[in-house]
């Protein structure tokens, strides 16, 4: 075992390097999508970057305070901190004003939190401990059982807060399980259950009646020995695959509301509605197209300036970057996050810990979902669903959030050489 000389020791100054430059990158491109020129100063505390700057110092100060704390900690008492997050979502549902149809934000006097951004670090935390056990196996159903209810109990508590992009987020832990032995079939079996919802949203029931049902004779006719057996077995899959196509349109007819149904047609191409929930897509493709390869410069951005794409400091802030930066600077925002995640990827596969691999991997899967999602927003790819883009998109509990969810892996890192195992 090593002696910790500082905070400092151990530390992987890549992720470090890499953190502050995509911060500091956040910062200008929010003082370039609200510029305002009776408020130039970009330390103007009254307008978004100034009070992103304030955020920016808290979430720089708390990643401090965590590489202070022992390594330990982090896996003792992974339980009790996610058991406290959970409360604390509880507390949110109960207790919090709707905000945009959604009950995600909790005031603690001038400040607002929106605690589902710091359940992400818990939920990861609880899963590396419970899977990190010598004694778990991912093979095992019970194994299987106990990690579904892990994801799922947050995920169901911030769905419930009607916040369905977060709630998205804790799929992206499917990675993990899989690099722990999760079999790819189950993989495989989710994406195709993937596949069968959108084309359930595609077409009407019985289209889909028909569709499956052709299937189901191709697969019995073309097998050497037709027994009534298989017949019984295909039918039976089709009975299940029906009752799922007839779930989603349930669904999406009784259970989404009126927006989230058009969004949904928009992005499907099944409704066209430039002027409504198109609305926010084409004018981000416009302004990121705008920009040309090398951009239109600094806080020239005039899809920007006037104020043309919505939520342009949050959802769309991507957008901002393709118009005043161009090809070029788009190309480099994305390596920047890929080379983060890789970075990430390798040090956890360094990990003498398997709690720290395991924690390690729920990072790089949570920034990869938010880093494609969001881009792929703002490009009209992905269904608007409000995921904020890392360390880019304007918001104290987002930055605070992800700021958190490295700088314990980054102290985890150090602290493997201090670990006897």
């Known amino acids: ?47 978004r970057y100034g009070k992103q700057l304030i955020f920016i110092g808290f979430s720089v100060f708390v990643a401090l305070v965590i590489l202070l704390i022992d390594g330990k900690f982090y896996s003792t008492f992974s339980v009790p901190i996610y058991i406290a997050n959970m ?8 207790t919090a004003k709707e905000v945009a149809g959604a009950r995600s934000w909790i005031d603690i006097g001038p400040l607002k939190l929106q605690p589902a951004e710091f359940a992400k670090s818990a939920t990861a935390l609880a899963l590396a401990s419970f899977l990190g056990d010598i004694n778990t196996r991912m093979k095992d159903l019970q194994t299987k059982v106990i990690a579904g209810i892990i994801l799922g109990i947050p ?34 079996l989710g994406l195709a259950f993937a596949v069968l919802f959108i084309f359930s949203l595609l077409f009407t029931p019985l289209t889909m009646l028909i569709i499956l049902g052709s299937i189901g004779l ?16 295909i ?18 007819n009784n259970v989404l509301e009126p927006h989230q149904q058009v969004r949904i047609n928009v992005l499907l191409g099944k409704e066209d509605d430039p002027k409504g929930a198109g609305y926010n897509v084409n004018q981000s493709k416009i302004a990121i197209g705008s920009g040309g390869f090398t951009g239109k410069g ?11 794409v919505p939520e342009q400091t949050t959802d769309f802030i991507f957008c901002t970057v393709g118009e005043e ?97």
């Open 218 to 233: 191709i697969a019995f006719f073309f097998q050497r020995k037709k027994t009534w057996k298989l017949g019984l077995g």
């Open 87 to 94: 409360l604390l979502l509880i507390v949110v549902l109960l």
């Open 155 to 188: 995920a169901a508590l911030i769905l419930l807060q009607n916040d369905t992009g977060s709630m998205l987020v804790f799929g992206a832990f499917a990675l993990v399980l899989y690099r722990e032995g999760l079999s790819g079939n189950i993989l495989l």
């Open 1 to 47: 075992m090593r002696e910790q000389r500082s905070i400092f020791d151990g530390i992987d100054w890549v992720l470090v390097i890499l953190f502050l430059l995509l911060v500091f990158m956040g910062w200008l491109n929010i003082y370039a999508a609200v510029f305002n020129e009776e408020h130039q100063s970009i330390f103007d505390t009254t307008q």
């Open 325 to 421: 930066w161009g090809f070029l600077g788009t190309f480099v925002v994305i390596a920047l996050f890929t080379a983060l995640i890789l970075r990430i990827l390798y040090i956890s596969e360094r990990q003498r810990s398997a709690f720290t691999r395991i924690y390690g991997y729920c990072v790089a899967s949570i920034f990869l979902f938010h880093f494609m999602i969001n881009i792929g927003m703002t490009i009209g790819l992905m269904p608007v669903i409000g995921i904020p883009l890392p360390f880019f998109s304007y918001g104290g509990s987002s930055l605070l959030g992800f700021t958190i969810l490295l700088f314990i892996f980054i102290k985890l890192d150090g602290y493997r050489l201090q670990q006897l195992r």
């Open 235 to 252: 039918g039976g899959i089709l009975v299940v695959l029906m009752g799922f196509v007839y779930s989603v349109d349930y669904l999406f």
């Open 298 to 308: 600094f806080l020239k951005g005039t899809q920007t300036k006037y104020d043309f």
